[in-house]
């Protein structure tokens, strides 16, 4: 469980994520986490509702290898990514990212580093159903640059 | 057979979730495209759209890419989870 992933339809309980993240270590000074939820505005739009479709198989060896990164450049102990998938609703939970280490500056950057490819490389996609139909939603540029400063 | 897979938006455009294409002559991701395009000539404007991603056997493939018996290729557009 030290490095791991899941892809769900049922929420997640952000305490037991914690829990188990640091479930019988002694040595991690640090945890971060984020949590992604649905808001109620995009662009302008009244965001009722959202389906997030994926690409199964794709979905789960990106993630993998999105933690394998992160475990090569910085010194974790534990990671955790759960994303959810089908049909949520405003103020639900979408993801969650964990990230435990000796010292909370690597615990910070793995997470945001996690997010930021999540964001770029993990084959899911959002189709809102707002006050204006169902949309797509189009890739924004902010999470392209956000994912490009890490690189080396 | 290839299979090819259809995601999001664009499964939505070509009204396809996936298909399987023989070989034949499909050598590289190109010359399926241009199969597909043959196949379905109302499929050109969706499957032209430049930002388009492809991946093969579940990893991301940039320019062409030579292709092989079982392979599973996929098309989709930009990934907007998280």
């Given amino acids: ?12 309980d952000v305490g037991r994520e914690y829990g188990e993240l640091i479930f019988g270590d002694t040595a991690a000074g640090a945890v971060v986490f984020f949590v992604g939820r649905v808001r109620d505005t995009n662009y302008a739009r009244d965001v009722k509702s959202m389906s997030l ?3 199964p198989g794709m979905t789960e060896k990106i993630l993998q290898q999105i933690l394998d990164e ?6 974790l ?11 949520l609703h405003v103020s639900d939970q979408i993801v969650f990212v964990g990230v435990t ?3 909370r500056e690597h615990a910070f950057q793995a997470a945001e580093f996690l997010m930021d490819f999540l964001k770029t490389q993990a084959p899911f996609w ?3 159903l707002t006050g204006q139909g169902a949309l797509w ?3 924004n540029s902010k999470d392209v640059g956000a994912s490009l400063r890490w690189n080396k | 057979m290839i299979r090819v897979v259809f995601l999001a938006q664009l499964r939505e455009q070509l009204g396809a979730a996936e298909l399987d294409v023989p070989v034949g002559q499909i050598k590289t991701l190109a010359d399926l495209k241009t199969y597909l395009l043959l196949q379905n000539s109302s499929w050109s404007g969706a499957l032209s759209n430049p930002k388009l991603l492809s991946a093969v056997n579940h990893a991301y493939v940039k320019g062409d890419h030579v292709l092989a018996d079982g392979d599973e290729v996929a098309f989709f557009p930009p990934v907007t989870g998280g």
């Avoid at chain 1, 469980?1 to 997640?12: R, T, Y």
């Avoid at chain 1, 992160?70 to 010194?75: E, L």
């Avoid at chain 1, 102990?77 to 049909?87: L, S």
């Fill in chain 1, 1 to 12: 469980m030290a490095f791991s992933i899941a892809v769900q339809e049922q929420d997640f």
């Fill in chain 1, 53 to 55: 479709e994926h690409y």
């Fill in chain 1, 70 to 75: 992160a475990k090569s450049r910085w010194k």
């Fill in chain 1, 77 to 87: 102990i534990a990671a955790r990514i759960v994303h959810r998938v089908g049909e």
């Fill in chain 1, 101 to 103: 280490s000796v010292h």
């Fill in chain 1, 126 to 128: 959002k189709k809102e």
């Fill in chain 1, 137 to 139: 939603v189009e890739e």
